[in-house]
């Protein structure tokens, strides 16, 4: 009779090891399970070995022909990707599937790409015997410390099906903020991105042939055309006067003016004081800033409330939320809370002191560590913060299309007046002429 090597976690939520003869896999699990033990990984004897004489065949891997090639990818997982393999992952263990099972089906139904590469070599570290958590802390880049820590501890509590349910939400409802937000500014973005341009064309092809024609007259232009004709000069790199030497074309700072501000400030964002300017300047901006702040604290209580939800210790839970908020204020602030809790003090009164969320932020906190309920009120505030998100959003859509409208026409009014001003002035000499 084969003989399986399991791992496996008892009532308590202790792992176990031990080795079991059964006449098939799912013999072997019935077996474990009527010892009162939840078997988390399930192996025949005899594969390890078969897989260890394919590996040990050379350089080639002609052994035993059961080594998986991985595909060619670039680049990381997308979030999007990780949602949905975190909510697949959880349906199965919610069957009642063993791990490495379920890892063996979502492994085989990917496409190809970095995800499907590295879930092989998850499958094949949970195979040999390693934690599923250990497994995902070596692939840093697609499972962060917040999900591994949520798996860790659904490990150790024997309810990895119920903490891969709480992921699963948890990362689907950042998806739909992030999703909002991005479409909310998408269509913004596309509208000044084309009035860009059709201005641009209009300074480098239309306002030059009015330019031959004005040449002809034998007036002086008025103002606002004489600076039309200037921006339309410097746009193009041309000659303005006869002592000027010939510059680089304006088009060229127009182009690439948005890309070298990115890159500026990507590079500012990577120094420590560049990112604590850049952050605390975003949260005084009009609009935006209670935007961001409003999104903020709905991603670092939800982190937060989802971590302690699923056991995980408040300190550790708490440098873990610090370290995914992304603003260096809530950073700073957060900070102070992870101290404050070490000495056994409270959790609202240091985020009170740094003034970073509302007063009704901190008095449900401070109502959840009297009562015991701190992750339920931290989701709380976390729902409702996301549906102010999703309100502030609609009014920020609501309020930049009259204003792009009131701006392109802005434009568009000021180079047809300044272009047909000198023609008005001409007709009127003419007619008095008569």
Not at 91 to 97: E, F, S
Not at 183 to 196: D, E, F, K, L, W
Not at 348 to 365: G, H, Q, S, Y
């Amino acid at each position: 009779m084969p003989t399986f090597q399991y791992e496996a976690l008892n009532e308590a939520g202790k792992p176990q090891k031990g080795v079991i003869s059964a006449a098939s896999n799912e013999d072997a699990i019935s077996r474990i399970r009527g010892q009162g033990l939840f078997p988390t990984s399930v192996r025949e004897q005899k594969v390890k070995k078969a897989r260890a004489g394919a590996s040990g065949g050379g350089a080639g891997g002609k052994g035993g022909g059961t080594t998986k090639k991985k595909s060619f990818a670039i680049g990381g997982v997308k979030k999007k990707d990780l949602t949905t393999f975190t909510r697949q992952f959880s349906t199965l263990q919610d069957a009642g599937l063993p791990i490495l099972r379920s890892l063996q089906i979502l492994e085989l139904q990917l496409k190809p790409g970095p995800l499907k590469n590295i879930l092989m070599d998850i499958t094949e570290d949970v195979s040999a015997g390693m934690t599923l958590s250990d497994a995902m802390a070596k692939h840093p880049k697609a499972f962060d410390r917040l999900y591994t820590k949520m798996i860790a501890a659904g490990e150790v509590a024997g309810v990895l099906e119920m903490i891969l349910q709480r992921l699963s939400d948890f990362l689907e409802k950042a998806q739909r903020l992030k999703k909002r937000i991005k479409g909310a500014m998408t269509y913004p973005a596309v509208v000044i991105s084309v009035a860009v341009i059709i201005v641009t064309a209009l300074m480098l092809f239309i306002v030059p042939q009015f330019t031959k024609i004005f040449a002809d007259f034998d007036s002086a232009l008025p103002p606002l055309t004489d600076m039309l004709i200037k921006a339309s000069n410097w746009l193009g790199g041309k000659l303005i006067d006869d002592t000027s030497t010939q510059a680089v074309p304006g088009v060229v700072f127009v182009l690439f003016g948005p890309i070298i501000v990115f890159i500026l400030y990507k590079l500012l964002r990577r120094s420590r004081f560049g990112k604590a300017g850049l952050d605390t300047l975003v949260l005084y901006l009009p609009v935006i800033g209670n935007l961001v702040a409003k999104s903020t604290v709905a991603r670092f209580t939800r982190t937060l409330g989802t971590l302690i939800r699923a056991g995980v210790p408040i300190l550790d839970a708490l440098t873990i939320t610090r370290d995914t908020t992304g603003n260096y204020v809530f950073q700073k602030a957060l900070t102070g809370v992870h101290d404050s809790v070490r000495q056994g003090e409270s959790f609202a009164e240091p985020l009170r002191k740094a003034r970073v969320c509302d007063a009704i932020v901190t008095n449900m906190i401070d109502v959840g560590e009297e009562t015991g309920d701190l992750d339920k009120m931290l989701l709380k505030v976390a729902d409702n913060h996301d549906e102010e998100v999703d309100t502030l959003v609609d009014s920020l859509t609501s309020l930049i299309e009259p204003m792009m409208t009131l701006v392109l026409g802005g434009i568009v009014g000021f180079i047809v007046i300044a272009l047909f001003m000198p023609l008005v002035t001409l007709i009127q000499s003419v007619s008095g002429g008569k």
